[in-house]
């Protein structure tokens, strides 16, 4: 009878964890589907708050960082995240994309702040802030321009499919892991993970990927192929990954153990959207560069 109390509580959190990620999954997958209409504000709500908890990192290693400016960038992000391909998108001169010169302009704006108000924490915050950038927003936006790459009838399924393989991976390296788990993958970052559940989140990304392949040639017509789409899975399932243990090394290096509590049994925003920061960037450039030549 000792025993009940915990077993109900591990029962209580595993089934908050899962109605948790069925409400994220049918959430993203509606997203997904409208487009831009429900694209931006969540893009926008996601980005302030993981902006919010990464801030709160950095406050508890003693770094300040320019948190509105952030939040400003971050909001610039939506239109400079379509891609050229986009209805009615202005270009720019010379080739450059509104996302290489968004980059540029905030990067020199956070210089010349600390230019005209220097104090010694000047480097670290343009450092930080800088990196906070890059990490959140500029990544994270590739979900943006993976969705109307080249157009917004095929974005959708090139989105779809890593996606698909990302949730895949996570489910996939949590049942392993939880059945198979003994050797232990990164120890000093990440204690719970495996080597049994990184080869689980692989084979049921394969599977996934599969899966959905079948159903975009039977519904879209879209038939990549299986070396094609075997890389494709393999590459989304390793960026998943390595954006989890990323950000775990970040949450070690900040000396906590979740990034926030916004999502019950799941901790932060940040926690969740990890996978998703690699994921999208390396799902472009493969779909540019190997699928649509």
Same mark, same amino acid.
């Given at each position: 009878?000792?025993?009940?109390?915990?077993?109900?509580s591990?029962?209580a959190?595993?089934?908050?964890?899962?109605?948790?990620?069925?409400a994220?999954?049918?959430?993203?997958?509606?997203?997904?589907? @409208?487009?831009?209409p429900?694209?931006?504000?969540a893009? %926008?709500?996601?980005?302030?708050?993981?902006?919010q908890?990464? %801030?709160?990192?950095?406050?508890?290693?003693?770094? +300040?960082?320019?948190?509105? =400016?952030?939040?400003? %960038?971050?909001?610039?992000?939506?239109?400079? =995240?379509?891609?050229a391909?986009y209805?009615g998108?202005?270009?720019?001169?010379?080739?450059?994309?509104?996302?290489?010169a968004?980059?540029?302009?905030?990067?020199?704006y956070l210089?010349?702040?600390?230019?005209v108000?220097?104090?010694?924490? =000047?480097?670290?915050?343009v450092?930080?802030?800088?990196?906070?950038?890059?990490?959140?927003?500029?990544?994270f936006?590739?979900i943006?321009?993976?969705?109307?790459?080249?157009?917004?009838?095929?974005?959708?399924?090139?989105l $779809?499919?890593?996606?698909?393989?990302m949730?895949?991976?996570?489910?996939?390296?949590?049942?392993?892991g939880?059945?198979f788990?003994?050797?232990?993958?990164?120890?000093?970052?990440?204690?719970?993970k495996?080597?049994?559940?990184?080869?689980?989140?692989? @084979?049921?990304?394969l599977?996934?990927?599969?899966?959905?392949?079948?159903?975009a040639?039977?519904?879209?017509g879209?038939?990549?192929?299986?070396?094609?789409l075997?890389?494709?899975?393999l590459?989304?399932?390793? $960026?998943?990954?390595?954006?989890d243990?990323?950000?775990?090394?970040?949450?070690?290096?900040?000396?906590?153990?979740?990034?926030?509590?916004?999502?019950?049994?799941?901790g932060?925003?940040?926690d969740r959207?990890? =996978?998703?920061?690699?994921t999208? +960037?390396?799902?472009?450039?493969?779909?540019?560069?190997v699928?649509?030549?």
């Open positions: 009878m000792s025993d009940l109390g915990p077993r109900r591990t029962a959190r595993h089934r908050t964890r899962i109605l948790t990620a069925l994220i999954f049918g959430g993203a997958l509606l997203v997904m589907w @409208v487009g831009l429900l694209l931006v504000p893009f %926008a709500i996601i980005c302030f708050i993981a902006i908890e990464y %801030a709160a990192l950095m406050t508890l290693r003693g770094i +300040p960082i320019r948190k509105r =400016s952030l939040w400003v %960038a971050a909001a610039l992000t939506v239109p400079a =995240s379509l891609p391909t209805p998108l202005m270009t720019l001169a010379g080739g450059v994309s509104w996302r290489e968004l980059l540029v302009v905030f990067a020199i210089l010349a702040l600390e230019v108000n220097p104090n010694q924490n =000047s480097v670290h915050a450092v930080f802030t800088l990196f906070g950038y890059l990490y959140i927003p500029f990544m936006g590739y943006i321009t993976l969705r109307y790459t080249p157009d917004g009838v095929l974005g959708l399924w090139y $779809a499919i890593p996606l698909l393989a949730v895949a991976t996570d489910v996939g390296a949590y049942a392993f939880t059945a788990g003994k050797r232990k993958l990164v120890p000093r970052i990440s204690p719970n495996t080597v049994e559940g990184s080869i689980g989140a692989t @084979v049921f990304a599977v996934i990927v599969a899966g959905v392949s079948v159903i040639r039977r519904l879209g879209i038939d990549l192929g299986i070396p094609t075997t890389l494709f899975a590459l989304v399932s390793c $960026a998943a990954q390595l954006g243990l990323f950000e775990s090394l970040l949450k070690r290096w900040a000396g906590i153990k979740d990034s926030g509590v916004f999502l019950p049994g799941h932060g925003i940040l959207i990890d =996978s998703a920061l690699f999208f +960037p390396v799902s472009y450039m493969y779909v540019t560069m699928i649509l030549p």
